[in-house]
């Protein structure tokens, strides 16, 4: 395998791509390993189908892009403690992280990537929809542009409704007993990309609560409007699982949110998330 047997079709205009012609069951060489990087900060998204993989495994694929690391709300395996378990099932009436977000910006360090690996999936429904901050923010006026460059998110780990009708809702997933209160981080509301060096707009509707110096009413119109712009139809794609398919996105310029339209059905999938630095 090498780099030259990548086939990339992308998904859709904003953002996402499937990716073909890897076996991440086996060590990629170190060609691959860089295009496949190349193809996740160019499209945001990618999917590779039909791989094989232990929470062993997915870990080693991971490392491709990253040291994996621990989320605090969720108890990993056993023997892979950087791997939880997102699971659905026909009992439950939630969806783990079905409104718009980027992964735990309520930390300061917050992950620049997530991988999900489909285990079990529903015969339909459970696609997970990604919408582009990197294409929102390009679309913004200059003066906006300009506006939002020197302000601040307060981000915080609660949920909307508390944990009672949040991430403890799951019947079958490990949820701990991490104070959601505790964790708090302020970032910028336009980050930088340092990879790319493209800026995305940096907020989302689950976790920022106002903007630094703000009071929370003084914040939510100019909020609002920024989660309402991020998820416009023309900035999204939508990834349907299929089981062993693996997707890889970027926190740094992509949201997302899982789909709750399979009532009575039960979905798995494993999850690991990528060490991050400070936005900036």
Not at 176 to 192: F, G
Not at 231 to 239: K, N
């Amino acid at each position: 395998m090498s780099a030259a047997t990548l086939d990339i079709r992308p998904l859709a205009g904003a953002c996402g791509a499937e990716v073909f012609g890897v076996d991440a069951t086996k060590p990629l060489s170190n060609d691959v390993s860089a295009a496949l990087k190349a193809a996740w900060l160019e499209n945001q998204v990618i999917v590779l189908r039909d791989q094989d993989l232990s929470p062993a495994g997915l870990v080693t694929l991971a490392r491709n892009f990253g040291a994996p690391n621990i989320y605090p709300f969720v108890k990993g395996f056993d023997e892979q403690p950087e791997v939880i378990r997102i699971v659905k099932e026909p009992s439950d009436d939630k969806t783990f992280g079905e409104r718009w977000h980027s992964d735990t910006t309520y930390l300061p360090n917050p992950p620049i990537a997530t991988m999900l690996y489909g285990v079990e999936i529903p015969e339909y429904g459970g696609d997970t929809a990604f919408a582009s901050a990197q294409l929102a923010y390009e679309r913004l006026s200059p003066a906006m542009q300009d506006m939002l460059s020197g302000l601040k998110g307060v981000n915080n780990a609660s949920v909307p409704g508390g944990r009672a009708s949040g991430r403890l809702k799951f019947s079958n997933m490990a949820i701990t007993d991490q104070d959601e209160n505790k964790l708090e981080a302020t970032h910028p509301l336009i980050r930088t990309h340092p990879d790319t060096g493209k800026k995305s707009i940096y907020v989302n509707s689950i976790h920022t609560k106002r903007i630094d110096g703000w009071t929370e009413a003084e914040s939510k119109p100019l909020l609002d409007y920024l989660f309402d712009h991020i998820t416009r139809p023309e900035h999204t794609c939508r990834v349907q699982w299929t089981k062993g398919a693996v997707t890889l996105w970027d926190n740094r310029a992509v949201q997302h949110t899982a789909i709750n339209d399979y009532q009575g059905l039960r979905r798995e999938a494993w999850r690991v998330t990528i060490e991050g630095e400070p936005p900036k």
